[in-house]
């Protein structure tokens, strides 16, 4: 196994510290300054080796959203996609009186009405059931005793290993059903390409070649082939949390084999695959409409040791502390960004706002200086203190970036810049509910933040609702139990297509919590403690939602999306020709 200090380079490396981060008081920070030639002409490459061109991609879904009228949702679109629906009630309502130095905004209330031709959304905070195990199965976990060099422990008869299905307690029978989250209904879709087909070992090695390491299960452990390192311990946690997943849910992931790829670009490109079912069920973190990638929890959900963001849940409890001492309408009423920009020419096109807009008016947006950052040993940023303004800005890195969880869950409305990049959970993420969409065109991209701002400043009730909607999201629709649900359900779905039986290869290695967390020293064994499962769960996963989502109800999704964004741009060019 590898340390976490490794020196290997990538292009994934440049997002890997492009993160949303606070600078504590003192900390030196600047505004934009002139990014070095070697710098631009970096990112000018990358733009085009990816084939990223934000403002032509922008502008050709939106006119297509708005040419297109959006079919009828069926009845999981009016569950499901509540879209801008929260946003179109909330630009009805007549501006509130309030004492503010912006200009006065046009009163949408009639406007607005022809907004709402899909119904009402439901923006209430959903509290989900909290599982608790009535049956406190401990999971054994001991460091010594020689598995500090990296081996499995073979437990003894009194002590069985946490693998067997003979460790799964029964589930208790309950008259209540825990539904999953909408974005798990996204796992059919990511798996459609092999349905009819199924998945034949033949096809899982064809991804070898994108893939950083070959996982299976069989007989409920977990063995892993390494082909090439991944940026810096990607990697590590991802497998670290499957084996997490063992351990909470002992004899319920099914044999499988499969070829897991780290690195931010989306790879397995639908239009090379004429027969769908011939191209690779590669999984890794994020994925666009044009790719077949099959979606799994990023690593850092359990720790990102190399920039000392601690593990979700963790994080969430502390973030949850930090909120509590500003409320939001004691927060500085601007919209905040800062990070990395030279991953991404949409990031440098954003920090231009800080110049195209009057000084001290909407923004603040930094350029993170990692080279002191790592040198204080990341003291001065901490993410659980970066909920200090009304407004989070979300922009993508070289695709998604994982800020985008830390983000919403500030209990600030979060302004998200449009991108085709998803993870796993954003597919449930309804514009104008859980965020507020700001158009990436060059043109547009400064005026749109602009304008959210102002019109939350003038509107502070329904901003704030804005911005629990999304946290409530991160805290309760993506709580670990339901990452974990996530997972044991996408390699259920997955491994019921395989149609040949794993085999471990010669060349894989057994993992298990011991041999991977016990010779590791420093933050990687810290945070592989805060995140180390210590019970089974005696509970059923929560059930998927039924009807299965079909590749028209996504589109439908997205196009609603796309349309919010296109009334939101109607109602700006209202307000310029009024002023």
């Known amino acids: 196994m590898r340390g976490s200090s490794n020196n290997h380079k990538s292009k994934s490396e440049e997002e890997g510290v492009a993160l949303v981060q606070v600078a504590e008081e003192g900390e030196t920070t600047t505004k934009q300054q002139q990014q070095p030639d070697s710098n631009k002409a970096a990112a000018e490459e990358e733009e085009e080796e990816a084939g990223y061109g934000y403002s032509n991609w922008w502008s050709t879904w939106v006119s297509s959203a708005v ?29 509130t009186t309030t004492t503010t130095t912006w200009p006065q905004l046009v009163d949408f209330t009639g406007a607005v009405s022809s907004f709402l031709q899909f119904g009402n959304g439901d923006g209430a905070r959903r509290h989900r059931p909290h599982r608790t195990s009535l049956v ?11 598995n500090d060099t990296g081996t499995c422990p ?13 460790m799964s307690p029964p589930p208790p029978q309950t008259s209540t059903v825990d539904y999953c989250p909408s974005y798990f209904r996204h796992i059919e879709l990511d798996l459609a390409a092999w349905v009819a087909s199924g998945i034949s070992r033949e096809a899982v090695e064809r991804g070898r070649r994108q893939a950083h390491f070959r996982l299976l299960v069989v007989g409920g452990r977990a063995y892993v082939e390494t082909y090439r390192r991944a940026f810096q311990t990607r990697d590590v946690f991802t497998q670290w949390g499957i084996l997490q997943l063992l351990r909470r849910y002992p004899g319920r992931v099914p044999d499988l084999d499969l070829m897991f790829n780290c690195d931010d670009m989306p790879e397995v490109r639908a239009a090379a695959y004429p027969d769908r079912a011939a191209a690779p069920p590669l999984f890794r973190y994020c994925k666009d409409p044009s790719t077949l990638d099959v979606l799994f929890p ?78 204080n ?33 500030c209990d600030s409305p979060v302004l998200a810049v449009a991108t085709p990049y998803q993870d796993f959970f954003s597919r449930g993420l309804a514009a104008g509910k859980h965020y507020w969409p700001i158009d990436p065109s060059r043109s547009k991209l400064c005026r749109d933040i602009r304008f959210a701002v102002r019109w939350g400043n003038a509107h502070p009730a329904q901003a704030q609702r804005m911005g629990l909607a999304g946290s409530a999201f991160a805290t309760d629709d993506m709580a670990m139990d ?35 967390a016990c010779p590791r020293r420093g933050r990687d064994r810290d945070f592989m403690m805060q995140s180390r499962e210590q019970y089974v769960a005696d509970y059923q996963p929560c059930t998927i939602p039924p009807p299965p989502l079909t ?29």
Not at 72 to 89: K, N, Q
Not at 298 to 322: T, Y
Not at 383 to 406: E, P
Request: proline share 8%; with cysteine; hydrophobic share 40%.
């Open 377 to 409: 040993a990341f003291r001065d940023s901490n993410l659980a203190r970066q909920c200090r303004h009304r407004y989070k800005l979300y922009v993508q890195g070289r695709s998604w970036s994982v800020s985008r969880k830390y983000i919403l869950a």
């Open 154 to 166: 073979r437990y003894a008869a009194s002590a069985p290993a946490p693998a067997p299905a003979s």
């Open 67 to 95: 040419k297109k009228r959006v079919r009828a949702p069926g009845r999981v679109g009016i569950v499901v996609v509540v879209g801008g629906f929260v946003l179109l009630a909330l630009l009805a309502a007549v501006a």
């Open 482 to 516: 339901y990452v974990y649900d996530y997972m044991l359900h996408v390699l259920t779905r997955y491994a019921s297509l395989l149609r040949y039986k794993p085999t471990v290869p010669d060349r894989a290695v057994e993992l298990c919590p011991e041999s991977m």
């Open 298 to 375: 990023d690593w850092s959900f359990w720790g990102w040791p190399e920039v000392n963001i601690r593990p979700w849940a963790p994080l969430l409890a502390e973030m949850a502390e930090e909120k509590a001492r500003l409320p939001w309408s004691r927060r500085e009423p601007y919209a905040y960004w800062k990070g990395n920009p030279d991953v991404s020419p949409l990031r440098q096109e954003l920090l231009r706002c800080n110049h195209s807009l009057p000084p001290d008016d909407t923004v603040r947006l930094y350029r993170q200086d990692w080279g002191f950052a790592n040198r």
């Open 551 to 579: 590749a028209d109800d996504a589109t439908n999704m997205a196009h609603r999306d796309a349309e919010v964004l296109s009334n939101i741009d109607k109602m700006i060019i209202t307000e310029d020709k009024h002023n």
């Open 136 to 146: 406190s199965i401990p999971i054994p976990f001991t460091c010594g005793s020689g």
